[in-house]
């Protein structure tokens, strides 16, 4: 099979990487109703449509995923340089939506985070500069409505 260039979006967000550090290589096949594999095979997972009959996980669960743990890791690496110490029980629950909006299809997001023993400026200090750094915050950031809400 031949490659062909047929979307370049080579720095349209004027954000360049100046070195890589990892590339997730991901291969999938019959859509929301096939199977994901990653390059590495520890991805390997059926797909399924949001309320269909099947057994696999959908696009917006391993969004909601990627999503929380990339957060969580924005947490620790700002909570260090901010000299906060995070909890050991720390956590994220995402809900990523997808709906129907004036455009078609769209994804909404809310992240309720668990800072339990933190005060509550603590919690809202770290949690904005994880949103901040956050990669896949960035990526979100003014494409869709995203909620955020800790408890402490």
């Known amino acids: 099979m031949e490659n062909q260039n047929v979307i370049s979006s080579a720095n349209t967000a004027n954000a360049e990487i100046s070195k890589v550090l990892y590339t997730g290589k991901v291969h999938i096949t019959g859509g929301r109703e096939g199977k994901a594999t990653s ?7 059926s ?14 669960q391993l969004f909601a ?3 929380s743990a990339c957060f969580i890791g924005a947490m620790k690496h700002n909570a260090s340089g901010l000299k906060i110490a995070l909890p050991a029980n720390l956590a994220v629950d995402a809900e990523v939506a997808l709906g129907n909006g004036d455009g078609g ?13 933190l005060t509550a400026e603590q919690a809202k200090t770290v949690v904005e500069a994880a949103h901040q750094t956050c990669p896949y915050s960035k990526a979100t950031r003014g494409n869709i409505n995203v909620e955020i809400n800790v408890a402490v």
């Open 65 to 67: 995923a990627g999503w």
């Open 47 to 60: 797909l399924s449509t949001p309320g269909g009959p099947g057994t696999g996980t959908n696009p917006e």
């Open 105 to 117: 299809f769209q994804l909404q997001a809310r992240l309720k985070i668990s800072l339990p023993g």
């Open 39 to 45: 390059s590495d095979g520890r991805l390997n997972i």
